[in-house]
DNA sequence: GCAATTGCGGTCAGTGGCTGTCCGCATTGC
DNA sequence: GCAATGCGGACAGCCACTGACCGCAATTGC
């Protein structure tokens, strides 16, 4: 039969049975491809040949294994991982570790692309009962995400809905360009065929389904650089939206850095011996009480709504321990 | 030269191609590939016949992409989606996803076995930045998770530096066989050559390196179920550790399943209308962080440290609410 | 409806890579 | 030193791959 087809196969296979396992012998190898051992060293020399290090150890103990090379050989991943990798980039794209998201999002896209949909509504399960503990920032659906990023690079037509700041509803078709996180919020740099114009989009603001059209002309953001432009765009705009949540901490800022999420959180120094920690976005509950988890003495400094809900938390603190006496009584 | 290895890289690329983007028409490729149409049109067919799902269209409009198909096309990443594959797998690996613990640390023992070092550097630079944030349950290294996993996997002894229950350090030489995770903890099931039997080791009390040694023979596990050899030694030792703690909450348990991550902590209905949450490991200041988030009435049960903890917490916000009103006059 | 673009697949000839077999050699662990 | 293992040269047969050329079908845009 067709030898090619079969010769690429079967590296592909030699590839995905080397990342499975670290040794393989020859004849190991030999049997599970059915095909001579003389072939087996002559494949791994193909691979060789390809850029990928196939390591090789003579003698009884001998066998091949892959090693650690300069470029990243394909991967193979059954099912599971297929899934634990999109179900970690999830994760990763709403924003846990700082600096990776949008690069996450990217590999989401590309995977989403040729997830074979019954992983895919596996995945979607998984997300679902994630239970958004660290539920700062808007809640965006990963999937979402994902689906605007690969619109974007493959320069394919959206139409949405979209609620504007003043909550009004209207529908957008554009063309999209760039995804950009800001740290805080995630956005989408368009052409919108409507209006003619170069806009951003807030995409926690953007609602129901995406609806894929036809391809789209105009990819490059002016100016080139689509997170400048974003960032143009918000100052311009003023978009502040609720007022950042404000804590004094009684220790300097080096002793925070590794307590205070960059990604959440500003630390500036005040004095010697003190620290302002402003929210990036506006303030949440969440941060309120991780806040007051930390050892040294804070003061809560604004905005009042925040001390309000200081007041409150305290409140309800004490009566679960309150509670606890009288059950214990 | 050599045409199949040059047809497999070509493949290969193709795939490479077709996952970077979404539509390329047949010249695009073959102009990138440097063939003729006519060969770009048989490799088509060729990655068809090894059941990846290549679509085209024609039509002025027209091209070829890669769909979603029965099977996952080998994933062929570039250096950045590479790091942000490996730094989702180690989160999700570190557990905030309930269920896919040992699938990704799995996948990222085979990534990283094949991680080129530069990219190794990057991860774990990434990884150290993370900001234990959400530092539920005893921190563990990824990279020691994935480095076991891999031992399992290959069967390879490994000797590492062991700090028993009673806190004296051993140092183990050992046949790994299994990586458990029992929601909360990581163990490790390995057969120990020194004392000549199975034993299991808690994956946070090993510290310093991983020696790997030469190949082992003994990798299934008494019973063959690693998970429930686990279980067994644990009952036995009657490992409980610190107490867990327990909150009553006036709210019934479907209100709370999505709002409580049951990777932490378990929900029991108490009475109609109250749920009683206790965590699966030792309680932390974390949980009571997200208790005291909810909206309902809550109550600390136990233990009498859990409502000390509560007691304080409610202090020192009241106190940074206090310290507020001081400020502002 | 027409034209342009694009994918599809048949055919042909030439070339040269692939496979299995057989061989001797080097290295490692017991 | 023996057994197991990887390495690579040589040889013969075979047939898959490539490029070129062709006409056909489907789709889009005007």
């Given at each position: ?20 396992r ?8 030999a ?16 691979l060789?040949s ?18 650690a090379?300069g470029?990243l050989?394909?991967?193979?991943l059954?099912?599971?991982e ?11 794209a709403?924003?846990?570790?700082a ?8 590999a ?24 958004s ?9 990963p ?10 690079r493959?320069?394919?037509r959206?139409?949405?809905a ?6 009004s ?5 554009t ?14 740099v368009a ?21 894929l ?44 850095r ?13 004095g ?7 929210t ?5 509950p969440y ?34 321990a ?8």
């Amino acid at each position: 039969m067709h030898t090619v087809i079969q010769t690429s196969a079967r590296l592909l296979s030699l590839l995905s049975l080397l990342q499975m396992r670290r040794e393989w012998t020859g004849s190991e190898l030999a049997e599970r491809l059915d095909v001579g051992a003389r072939t087996i060293r002559r494949d791994v020399d193909k691979l060789r040949s390809l850029g990928y290090p196939v390591e090789a150890a003579p003698g009884v103990a001998g066998g091949y294994r892959l090693g650690a090379g300069g470029e990243l050989p394909p991967l193979l991943l059954d099912d599971a991982e297929a899934v634990a990798v999109a179900v970690g980039l999830r994760t990763a794209a709403t924003g846990s570790i700082a600096g990776i998201e949008e690069t996450s999002v990217r590999a989401l896209a590309k995977l989403e692309q040729v997830l074979p949909s019954r992983l895919r509504r596996r995945v979607r399960a998984l997300g679902d009962a994630t239970t958004s503990f660290v539920s700062e920032g808007p809640q965006i659906d990963p999937e979402l995400l994902a689906g605007i990023a690969g619109a974007c690079r493959d320069a394919i037509r959206v139409r949405f809905a979209y609620i504007a700041k003043d909550h009004s509803a209207t529908q957008r078709h554009t063309e999209p360009a760039a995804v950009v996180h800001t740290g805080y919020r995630w956005y989408l740099v368009a052409f919108d065929l409507d209006r003619d114009d170069w806009r951003t989009f807030r995409i926690d603001r953007i609602r129901g389904r995406l609806r894929l059209g036809g391809r789209g002309r105009r990819q490059t953001v002016p100016g080139g650089d689509p997170a400048a432009f974003v960032k143009r765009q918000i100052r311009r705009s003023g978009e502040s939206g609720a007022p950042a949540g404000q804590i004094l901490i009684e220790a300097p800022p080096e002793a925070l850095r590794r307590r205070v999420p960059e990604r959440y959180a500003t630390i500036e120094a005040v004095g010697d011996d003190e620290s302002l920690v402003t929210t990036r976005g506006p303030w949440s509950p969440y941060f309120l009480v991780w806040m007051s988890l930390l050892d040294e003495p804070i003061h809560v400094v604004g905005p009042p709504e925040l001390v309000a809900a200081a007041r409150s938390a305290a409140a309800r603190l004490n009566e679960a321990a309150v509670g606890a006496d009288r059950a214990e009584q």
